[in-house]
């Protein structure tokens, strides 16, 4: 349901604030098919949920595995997942074979797996449904239509962050605080993310973007959307009052600083500390901005993958840019820079986004880890992907190139799969 009204906003910024494009997608699609297929949806997460229920007890030991309790199928694939979890630290984990194995719950299944390797669920004290609730909650309000900013991309930037966290120049001085909230930011730094960036909603004079007055829009809708769940679960109700809002708070800081608009003010101060070697990572306002660059570092990671992950979210990202372009042009609004399909090839797209944002943040990551092996390892991707794209990028003519062709393949079978999957 769409809510236009100002006085209803705050209430349903959990839910139902699909920008006002995607109700247009909707109802020239399919709406029956729609309907139908979204009680599916439910009806599947609920039985997922429940083979999660069983898969978690099984993964950490807590029943004996009986042959015949579930689907030989849902075992075997349950088996896989729980293999690849014995290896989350590494840098080359799939994250798109992990949500297949899960059937689509790799946010919740990494999560309650990272919760119980840090023993936060002891430590905080929570409470095993609430838990449940709320991740269940986070997952869903990703749009699974989405071709980048989706579920499985908050799964992606958790797993970074688990890997960061754990970088010998951080690991020793983090506090279960830090841990919890570095997860559960990057878990939800994205979440109810609409496929369209904040100049459209404000061109579009979309209602979040008079909210929260054109600055940080999706950011500050993440968060605000993120704590709204919170109390809903009530997975922080056992605690007194004002931690729980120093919690939320903590939250917001880090969402907020993924705000790619405020990536020099980030970058400047972070080279500042370095060039003056002034960080003190027992202090917990320094911790708290390193774990701000490190979500950021998670937020933009794809480029310093293994080619195969890397090449995946790059035309991901980029058939969500032209989604939006498509809309731009139906609608006879001004096509966005990185929206035009006809001019904007991905390796150009790729290269620049490398050249501009993720070297210059990762350089300096690089140096703050001084430099540990994961960071020789992701400078390697980083600077071979970057060489990639660019022979892709002139071995061709700019529009009617072999990315394209193959791009307009893969933006055609995912059309179909959504079809099926919706
Ligand atoms: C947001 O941007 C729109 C379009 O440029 C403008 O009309 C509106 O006044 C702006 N709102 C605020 C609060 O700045
Ligand atoms: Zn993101």
Not at 15 to 22: E, F, M, N, Q, V
Not at 339 to 359: L, R, T
Request: net charge negative; glycine share 4%.
């Amino acid at each position: 349901i769409l809510n236009t009204g100002h006085a209803g906003v705050l209430l349903v910024e959990r839910r139902g604030s699909y920008p006002l494009i995607d109700l247009r997608i909707l109802k020239t699609s399919a709406q029956q098919g729609e309907v139908e297929s979204g009680t599916r949806r439910k009806v599947k997460r609920l039985l997922s949920f429940q083979r999660y229920c069983h898969a978690s007890r099984l993964l950490r030991g807590l029943v004996p595995h009986t042959p015949g309790s579930l689907h030989l199928l849902d075992d075997d694939y349950l088996g896989q997942a729980a293999h690849m979890l014995s290896k989350v630290g590494t840098w080359n984990f799939d994250i798109f074979l992990f949500d297949r194995l899960t059937n689509g719950n790799s946010l919740v299944t990494l999560m309650c797996h990272l919760f119980n390797v840090y023993g936060l669920i002891h430590h905080f004290q929570l409470d095993m449904v609430k838990l449940h609730r709320f991740l269940g909650m986070v997952q869903e309000d990703y749009h699974s239509q989405n071709p980048y900013h989706n579920a499985v991309h908050a799964a992606d930037v958790t797993q970074a962050m688990y890997c960061y966290l754990k970088e010998p120049k951080l690991a020793e001085q983090l506090s279960p605080l830090d841990v919890f909230l570095g997860l559960m930011a990057a878990a939800a730094h994205d979440v109810d993310h609409p496929g369209v960036n904040q100049p459209f909603l404000i061109k579009t004079r979309h209602h979040l973007a008079s909210l929260y007055q054109n600055t940080s829009v999706l950011e500050s809708h993440h968060w605000r959307s993120t704590v709204g769940m919170l109390r809903e679960s009530g997975l922080l109700s056992h605690l007194p009052a004002d931690i729980s809002q120093d919690m939320e708070q903590q939250l917001g800081s880090l969402i907020l600083a993924t705000d790619i608009s405020r990536q020099n003010e980030f970058l400047l101060t972070f080279r500042e500390h370095l060039d003056n070697q002034d960080l003190d990572l027992q202090l917990a306002s320094h911790r708290h901005f390193i774990l701000q660059i490190a979500l950021k570092c998670a937020d933009v990671c794809n480029p310093c993958r293994v080619w195969e992950l890397s090449r995946q979210w790059s035309e991901r990202v980029c058939e969500e840019f032209y989604r939006q372009g498509d809309l731009e042009r139906k609608f006879d609004l001004e096509i966005s820079p990185l929206c035009n399909q006809q001019a904007d090839s991905v390796p150009a797209i790729q290269i620049g986004f490398i050249s501009y944002i993720v070297e210059p943040l990762f350089e300096e990551w690089h140096r703050f880890t001084e430099p540990s092996p994961l960071s020789q390892t992701m400078m390697g991707h980083l600077h071979k992907n970057k060489a990639r794209w660019s022979r892709l990028r002139y071995a061709h003519t700019p529009s009617e190139t072999e990315t394209t062709s193959l791009y307009k393949l893969i933006l055609q079978q995912s059309l179909n799969s959504n079809l099926v999957c919706l």
